[in-house]
């Protein structure tokens, strides 16, 4: 596996390749996002219980979504990491943690928000907000532990290692309405239905791929820096290419 990572994931390959595709889709993901919100906030008609504030779900839901996928994406590659050394598995778990932290963030943000004319209050310390908050801190601890330690290769042994302990988190997130008494409703989406009309469901997935497409940019960006710090001399070759 090794030879063929060696082979296909060169460094300036992958350089090259970032630069290629980061605009494109930061401009897909922009325009879908757009599009989406005026949908969401314009066209979408209000709901019969939460009224208007219902609309915050569409940057609620897919926001959720995007910051335990981006986790278990930190977790898959420190364990490739770990078990193979392949660089380009640190560099896409480094890449990809402020782009997690920052949907963590707008999760327990929009939350809040949420909560409000909904709960009465901003913040309760149920199950699935308290291990959200959780996933938040692991992600400050990530980003902090990156410049935490003389040699890049033990900032990236450690990181692995915790990113894949961090990630039992997931399912109890995922799962802590199901296992607790929570102030949180339960999935409104499940394998028997839906509880979200379907005139508002198609929403939400094109909205979480917008999302996708504008995390994509910024990953391909913090990839590009990620290699220019981890091979300084070649700082000048790709420069050319950017």
Known sequence: MYKYVAKYFLLERVYRFCNFFAN?????????????????LIILPSDSVQSEVYRILF??????????LIYLFLAVNGFIYLVWRT?????????????????????LI??????????????????????????????????ALKTSFTTRQIADQIISILSIIGAINIPIIKFSVNWWN???????????????DGEM??????????????????????????????????????RDHG
Request: proline letters at 4%.
């Open 59 to 68: 940057v609620h839901v897919p926001s959720a979504i995007m910051s335990e």
């Open 201 to 238: 469901l198609y929403a939400l997935p094109l909205m979480l791929i917008a999302f996708m497409f504008i995390s994509l940019s910024i990953f391909l960006r913090n990839i590009q820096f990620e290699i220019l710090l981890r091979a300084p001399s070649k700082k000048e070759i790709w």
């Open 110 to 143: 929009t939350g809040s928000i949420w909560g409000k004319p909904t709960w009465g209050t901003y913040w309760v310390w149920d199950a699935r907000i308290t291990s959200t908050f959780i996933l938040l801190i692991q992600y400050v601890c990530l980003l």
């Open 87 to 107: 660089k380009i598995s640190a560099i896409f778990l480094n890449s990809a943690i402020s782009i997690g932290l920052i949907f963590t963030a707008l999760v």
């Open 24 to 40: 494109k889709a930061l401009l897909i993901g922009l325009f879908g996002f757009f599009i989406m919100s005026y949908i969401c």
């Open 182 to 196: 929570t102030l949180h409703q339960g999935p409104s989406i499940t394998t028997s239905g839906s509880s979200i």
